[in-house]
């Protein structure tokens, strides 16, 4: 999974792991940062000429978590699909920086909701720590959103990696069958087995649902050229077969998400 979809995911985590009395400190230390400079949380206001300011609210997520757990605040994820207008695919863009849906943190506490979304810009091409990006957490809204409920997510992710497993194997194409069937053995052993890049995605306290997430992260292939987006069959009913279960995979992925990590908070 790409940069700011897992930090959205462990600042949500982290957040709630806070609330419940878990330590958390050095965030900029967690593998979702590590080749962050700098993380902000800020909101735009308009001024008297018209133009918009930006008022930094907290210059590290450190004290972000620390000021808004002093209000008892816990988090949610929500994801919004996007339709672009060149007809490209949501999956094809999901790989990079600024692809695909739309991801929200969502802070609640007595005061309300706020709706934070991640702007991620280089400033340092030549961090000696390859710490080259600046996050900003911008304020866009303060309405509380909710991803409709599915019971059978798991199920679902299931069978979509299932299928795409079964379409690259027939095809002879091991480059991408070891991530299905990673992902697929995860799940299978309950998260005895894990191969996801992100150790330190999920805090102590949500083990519960580490195995899930790091089945996510072994079964997200959707990124630029060289992966699982960048093939091609010119034979058109295998190539649309490859698309149906390329879109089933993707929108399973972002229910597996967004459920296993709000359902910390039931």
């Given at each position: ?48 000429l ?8 907290y ?15 816990h ?18 863009s ?18 309300g ?8 810009n ?14 900003k ?11 409709e ?8 992710f ?18 991408f069958a070891d991530?299905?069937k ?11 087995k ?23 992260q072994?079964?997200?292939?959707f990124?630029?050229?060289?992966t ?19 879109d089933?995979?993707y ?16």
């Open positions: 999974m790409n940069g700011p979809i897992v930090q959205n995911i462990a600042l949500c985590l982290y957040g709630n792991a806070f609330l419940n009395g878990e330590t958390v400190s050095d965030f900029l230390n967690n593998s979702t940062a590590h080749f962050c400079k700098t993380i902000e949380f800020s909101y735009f206001t308009k001024n008297f018209g133009k918009y300011d930006e008022k930094i609210l210059n590290n997520p450190d004290i972000f978590l620390k000021e808004m757990n002093s209000l008892q605040t988090y949610n994820l929500y994801y919004e699909p996007v339709k672009h207008d060149n007809g490209l695919e949501e999956r094809m999901a790989g990079f920086i600024g692809g695909g849906g739309k991801w929200l943190l969502l802070s609640t506490n007595k005061t909701t706020i709706n934070w979304s991640s702007l991620w280089v400033i340092d091409q030549n961090n000696p720590d390859n710490r080259i990006w600046g996050v957490y911008i304020q866009t809204g303060n309405k509380f959103l909710s991803n409920k599915d019971e059978n997510y798991l199920d679902k299931y069978n979509a990696l299932d299928a795409i497993y079964n379409f690259t194997v027939s095809k002879n194409d091991s480059a991530n299905f990673n992902a697929m053995t995860t799940l299978d052993s309950h998260g005895e894990l191969f996801g890049y992100h150790k330190d995605l999920v805090p102590d306290c949500y083990k519960k649902i580490e195995y899930i997430l790091d089945a996510c072994s079964a997200w292939v990124g630029g050229m060289g699982w987006n960048d093939v091609y069959f010119e034979d058109d009913s295998i190539f649309e077969e490859y698309k149906t279960v390329s089933n995979l929108s399973s992925l972002i229910i597996a998400v967004i459920q296993s990590v709000n359902s910390v908070q039931e």
